[in-house]
């Protein structure tokens, strides 16, 4: 093969890698918007505008399929190898990632029909402090992976720890509220279960981070990030003082 029909698949490849790279970061932010919809219709109470985020989510679901038939296309016509085959093979990890993230954006958006039905409470309020927190992972994980940062990717993976602590926080806070009037375990629940799909984000968002690791240094991030989810251990919750839930 001639020097000049190297550089051409070389140059053919690295294309059709920026195209994909493209494509998933634009997943991405489909995806990071849609949590920041579906926190919307939380607040403004609007069952109409929830079933259009939950309907939004086929969007990210086709993009992922389309992703995966990229994807498939790359190792069949180039053959990548090495390096290359990583960032191939991250491509598939982060945009199956991201369709998660969708998801669980929806997730919210379908529990906030309930909620709007019943009554509405003081602890609803603190579910938008969890979703800004998820919403900047996201978008700062996909800002790494279009730059191929690694550190800045490994930020992100140590910075989950605060979305974790906010969760442990809100799951403290809308326990007590429960114990203290049985009238909010209804509401109190469908809130606890949107805020760990807002913390599962956060999880996937450390998913994206450790593959961009891997694509770039080609090798795992073996550090073991602080995780602060804490609201399965059996000593949580201290809710005796519940001023302080």
């Known amino acids: 093969m001639s020097g000049s029909s190297k550089e051409h698949i070389i140059k053919s490849y690295d294309d059709e890698l920026a195209r994909l790279t493209g494509e998933i970061v634009r997943m991405g932010e489909?995806?990071?918007?849609?949590?920041?919809?579906?926190?919307?219709v939380v607040e403004r109470r609007d069952e109409r505008a929830a079933q259009r985020v939950v309907a939004n989510d086929d969007a990210i679901d086709q993009l992922e399929q389309e992703i995966s038939h990229d994807v498939v296309r790359l190792l069949a016509l180039r053959a990548p190898m090495a390096g290359d085959l990583r960032n191939v093979f991250a491509a598939l990890r982060i945009a199956a990632?991201?369709?998660?993230?969708?998801?669980?954006?929806?997730?919210?958006?379908?529990?906030?029909?309930?909620?709007?039905?019943?009554?509405?409470?003081?602890?609803?309020?603190?579910?938008?402090?969890?979703?800004?927190?998820a919403a900047a992972e996201v978008r700062e994980v996909l800002a790494a992976y279009g730059e191929r940062d690694a550190d800045r990717a490994y930020e992100v993976w140590q910075n989950?720890?605060?979305?974790?602590?906010?969760?442990?926080?809100?799951?403290?806070?809308?326990?007590?509220?429960?114990?203290?009037?049985?009238?909010?375990i209804t509401p109190c629940t469908h809130l606890l279960f949107m805020a760990k799909n807002i913390e599962r984000i956060g999880d996937h968002a450390t998913n994206i981070a450790e593959n961009i690791w891997f694509q770039v240094h080609g090798e795992p991030l073996n550090a073991q990030r602080s995780k602060r989810d804490f609201t399965s251990s059996p000593e949580l919750p201290h809710l005796g003082d519940k001023g302080k839930a």
């Open 30 to 40: 489909l995806a990071a918007t849609q949590l920041e919809a579906a926190i919307d």
């Open 97 to 133: 990632d991201i369709e998660r993230i969708g998801d669980y954006a929806a997730n919210v958006a379908k529990r906030s029909i309930p909620l709007s039905m019943v009554a509405p409470i003081t602890p609803t309020s603190g579910l938008a402090y969890l979703a800004e927190l």
């Open 160 to 184: 989950d720890a605060e979305l974790d602590d906010a969760y442990t926080g809100y799951f403290r806070q809308l326990l007590t509220y429960m114990m203290e009037d049985p009238r909010n």
